[in-house]
């Protein structure tokens, strides 16, 4: 039985949602019409509301475990399924086929990185927190940082972070809030959410992938930074030189409605040498 979880809004307004609508650029991320609007706003209150530094401290003491499941990559992959939202007619195949679809995208465009073709496999694994009982504002849509003032590219920035107390805190409400300029992304608490569940599950796990990896995983959905071009004031040297590969990792993650979805059986025994290579195993989730 599926989970009935509801639009999550990190692919339901992304670029090319619908093949047709992406060919017009000034549709692309559209948050301002569709059938979707609505529940997607509602999520995002809903995050940019409860999302604070001491939200986000709580969930990583709860998490920071990663005693919630015993499992191997690919049976994660299979978890996602369990996130299909039924009340959406326009997508009606399994979500692990967006995680073989972004990967293989990937790796037709690189085929010497073979690093890079997993990280479009594992890159969306940390929404098995929903399954978890999570909440989806606490899961899915853009990330942010806490600890200071939401900028400009966030989505619904003007309108959905007016009951957030920390935007009533003297410190948390400056541009820099709690951080010292240029102190880099490492050090910066983002809302919580599948990327940084995830990228904590990576090191947890002591994954052997390379250091881009474990960036574009941390940061892939944070568009106001890598899409949006705001929160520059808190980049390092290493962040601009991180960013194309989180852009180059984005171009694949679009949330496409391909009619030619990926043969899965056939594609496991590719993937499965690339997890057994850097991330073999029954893992702690």
């Known amino acids: 039985m599926k989970a009935a ?14 093949p047709e609508v992406a060919k017009d650029k000034g549709n692309f ?11 997607v706003f509602a999520t995002y209150k809903l995050m940019h509301t409860q999302q604070t530094v001491d939200f986000v401290r709580k969930k990583h003491a709860q998490f920071g475990a990663f005693s919630y499941k015993k499992m191997t990559v690919l ?12 009340s959406d007619p326009d997508v009606d195949f399994p979500n692990s086929f967006h995680a073989f679809q972004t990967a293989e995208g990937i790796r037709k465009a690189h085929p010497d990185k073979d690093w890079f073709h997993l990280v479009g496999l594992l ?13 989806q504002w606490a899961v899915v849509g ?6 200071c003032r939401p900028q400009a590219s966030v989505v619904f920035c003007d309108s959905t ?14 541009e820099l809030g709690m951080y010292q300029p240029h102190c880099g992304l490492e050090h910066v608490l983002m809302s919580w959410g599948h990327d940084e569940y995830m990228y904590q599950m990576m090191k947890f796990n002591k994954f052997s992938l390379p250091q881009e990896a474990f960036y574009i995983i941390r940061f892939h959905s944070f568009y106001p930074w890598h899409t949006g071009g705001d929160y520059r004031q808190l980049c390092s040297e290493r962040d601009l030189a991180m960013l194309p590969w989180v852009q180059e990792f984005n171009k694949f993650d679009l949330y496409t409605k391909s009619p030619e979805l990926p043969d899965v059986d056939t594609l496991r025994p590719y993937y499965q040498g690339l997890i057994d290579k850097y991330c073999p195993g029954v893992l702690s989730w």
């Open 123 to 135: 890159h969306d694994l940390g929404k098995v927190l929903v399954l978890a009982g999570e909440p």
């Open 29 to 39: 991320r559209n948050y301002r019409s569709g059938p979707l609007l609505d529940r």
């Open 142 to 147: 853009d990330t942010f940082p806490v600890g």
């Open 161 to 174: 972070f007016q009951d957030n107390p920390d935007l009533q805190d003297p410190l948390y409400s400056t």
């Open 75 to 86: 049976e994660a992959v299979d978890m996602l399924d369990g996130l299909m939202d039924e």
């Open 5 to 18: 979880v509801g639009p999550d809004p990190s692919l339901v307004y992304r670029p090319d949602v619908d």
